[in-house]
């Protein structure tokens, strides 16, 4: 099994896309990168937008040759109904979404999930609700969890989990589970007991606002216990790293990790490329170069306004 992240907050962007590729299939999951509407009350500089612009060309290249395109829930730096990557990345494909109807906050259920099935209707090959499902690739699984919380707040929506199986490894891609502060959020994670885990962390940026000190604590907590459970590698990056401070917030996870053999790193380093947090430092690149930024895609200027 062969494991890509083609973008990530560690590579400039507001993303999880990752793609897998074992002997059967080519597996994409949530083809789209975004960009914080406003950090510090900044808006988006020019060295992000152009950030942007060039991981968005990266998964449009690889979704082109993927058999399989996966959309774990409806925020914008997980879908993309064609603002900024073209729709002609589901021709002929089967895609494999999160319900959008059932467990799903309004936002998502009444304009962004429509709005995403509009923009595809008759493109994909097939399209499947994924939320508790298993599937079959010749020899590889892609198994969904059922809906769970969008982190400790269930305002921000649900999501489904995905685990794919080769005769090989077992990744798991959590999708936006903040950090898993819930035990609803560690029991798919047990039961299909992963060698590699794809996980976003706590939203620690937004300590006292969207996170509570407790429920902080009780994410980095679970997160350990998972490492235990018999990991080799886990990609913590997405949520986490909007933080500058990641490394002493995820310090506990990696000291436990380090003590059982387990390699707890960024998308970044296991890509071997240069960590670029680019708006955890958003402040920092307006100190340097005051130029605003050229919004490139008609679509990337709504997004922005809407928010991700």
Same mark, same amino acid.
Do not use: W
């Given at each position: 099994m062969d494991i890509k992240p083609l973008a990530f907050e560690s590579l400039g962007v507001r993303s999880q896309a990752t793609l897998v590729e074992t002997k059967d299939?080519?597996?994409?999951?949530? =083809?789209?990168? +975004?960009?914080?509407?406003?950090? /510090?009350?900044l808006p988006p500089h020019q060295i992000e937008v152009d950030r942007l612009k060039e991981l968005a060309k990266s998964i449009y290249k690889e979704a082109k040759s993927a058999d399989v395109i996966i959309i774990t829930h409806y925020h914008y @730096?997980?879908? @993309?109904?064609? /603002? !900024?990557i073209p729709l002609d990345i589901y021709s002929g494909k089967t895609l494999y979404i999160k319900d959008p109807i059932n467990f799903i906050n309004p936002s998502q259920r009444f304009k962004r &999930?429509?709005? #995403?099935?509009?923009? !595809?209707?008759?493109?994909p090959k097939v399209i499947d609700v994924a939320d508790g499902k298993v599937f079959k690739?010749? /020899?590889? $699984?892609?198994?969904f969890s059922h809906a769970v919380p969008h982190g400790a707040d269930e305002r921000l929506g649900y999501v489904v989990q995905v685990a794919i199986k080769d005769?090989?490894? $077992?990744?798991? #891609? $959590?999708?936006?589970?903040?950090?898993?502060?819930?035990?609803?959020?560690?029991? #798919? $994670?047990?039961?299909?007991?992963?060698? #590699?885990?794809?996980?976003?962390? =706590?939203?620690?940026?937004?300590?006292?606002k969207a996170l509570?000190?407790?429920?902080?604590?009780?994410?980095?907590?679970?997160?350990? @216990?998972?490492?235990?459970?018999?990991l080799e590698y886990a990609i913590i990056d997405h949520h986490v790293l909007r933080d500058i401070n990641y490394e002493s917030v995820l310090k506990p996870v990696k000291e436990t990790?380090? +003590?059982?053999?387990?390699?707890?790193?960024?998308? &970044?380093e296991y890509l071997n490329e240069p960590i670029q947090l680019l708006e955890a430092r958003r402040r920092e690149l307006f100190e340097k170069d005051k130029r605003p930024a050229k919004i490139p895609y008609k679509g990337l200027a709504e997004l922005l306004s809407e928010g991700v």
């Open positions: 299939v080519r597996i994409l999951i949530d =083809p789209a990168v +975004s960009l914080a509407p406003r950090r /510090y009350g @730096d997980h879908h @993309d109904p064609g /603002y !900024i &999930a429509p709005r #995403f099935m509009n923009a !595809i209707k008759g493109i690739h010749g /020899y590889t $699984t892609i198994q005769n090989d490894s $077992t990744v798991l #891609f $959590t999708s936006d589970i903040e950090g898993m502060p819930k035990h609803l959020h560690m029991e #798919f $994670t047990k039961s299909v007991r992963p060698n #590699f885990l794809i996980i976003d962390g =706590p939203l620690s940026y937004l300590l006292g509570s000190e407790k429920n902080l604590e009780e994410g980095i907590k679970n997160m350990e @216990d998972i490492v235990k459970e018999g990790a380090k +003590s059982i053999g387990c390699k707890v790193i960024t998308a &970044a």
